[in-house]
């Protein structure tokens, strides 16, 4: 039986929204050769090559990208710059509810946190990601709030109040500062229905990531595969974690 494998990114591979560890590069690299492997990441496309690199990026099979709500493959062949060519294969559409916009506003204003920078709501392929501190924060300021949200819970305080107001949607704490928001179902977990459904009848496939317990947006992935004789799912707290885990069976 053939073993596949899943990566989630921020604080799994890299630091959050970091480049990757140059040293832990060369590790991965040589671990990845002669291995199916795939990228699941609440990141988008552009963002997961510039933490990871092309030449990890393109030694993979597939990337899904944005919570698996955009999902890439390889052309078969190379383009004349001598670069793989990536195409979408699918893509979901999100549209807000009325009101949301609004009321992220609101949440980010009665947050009690005192540093605010901006860029609190982005729009990725599927859905949002959303911080109070902001995607203009720097590495420090992110550092900052995982700690004051690490303490207070404010994140899932969020996650659950939302949840009550917009029964259409679903939201998971992502990396260390943000929410995304997305439709019921089109988190993580929908890459199996998509993609592996029949893969994973005659082969292993094993998922690393660091936001595995609920409300984390690794938790409807691992709880899937977990439900499958042939699915595993390992909890990383680090990049650092994940280095050890590969010298390890059934990685090594």
Not at 225 to 236: D, F, K, T
Request: hydrophobic share 35%; glycine share 8%.
């Amino acid at each position: 039986m053939s073993s596949i494998f899943l990566f989630d990114v921020d604080g799994t591979v890299t630091p959050p929204k970091q480049k990757i560890d140059s040293n832990f590069k060369i590790e991965f690299l040589r671990w990845m050769k002669d291995r199916e492997v795939y990228i699941v990441s609440g990141g988008s496309f552009p963002r997961i090559i510039d933490q990871l690199g092309t030449d990890i990026v393109d030694g993979c099979a597939g990337v899904f990208a944005c919570m698996g709500n955009i999902f890439y493959e390889q052309l078969d062949q190379i383009n004349p710059s001598g670069f793989d060519e990536w195409q979408i294969i699918y893509e979901n559409k999100f549209r807000s509810p009325r009101g949301l916009k609004e009321k992220l506003k609101k949440v980010v204003e009665e947050s009690a946190y005192h540093t605010k920078t901006g860029k609190h709501s982005q729009h990725r392929e599927g859905m949002i990601n959303f911080s109070i501190v902001g995607s203009n924060a720097t590495t420090e300021q992110r550092r900052e709030y995982a700690e004051y949200d690490l303490q207070n819970k404010e994140r899932e305080a969020i996650v659950g109040a939302l949840k009550k107001q917009y029964a259409s949607l679903d939201f998971a704490i992502g990396g260390a500062v943000s929410i995304d928001i997305f439709k019921m179902g089109a988190d993580k977990s929908q890459i199996i229905d998509r993609h592996f459904d029949e893969v994973l009848e005659g082969n292993r496939i094993l998922f690393v990531g660091d936001r595995i317990p609920f409300p984390g947006n690794d938790c409807s992935l691992a709880v899937t595969l977990r439900q499958h004789p042939n699915g595993s799912a390992y909890e990383v707290e680090s990049w650092r974690d994940t280095a050890e885990l590969l010298k390890t069976e059934p990685f090594a």
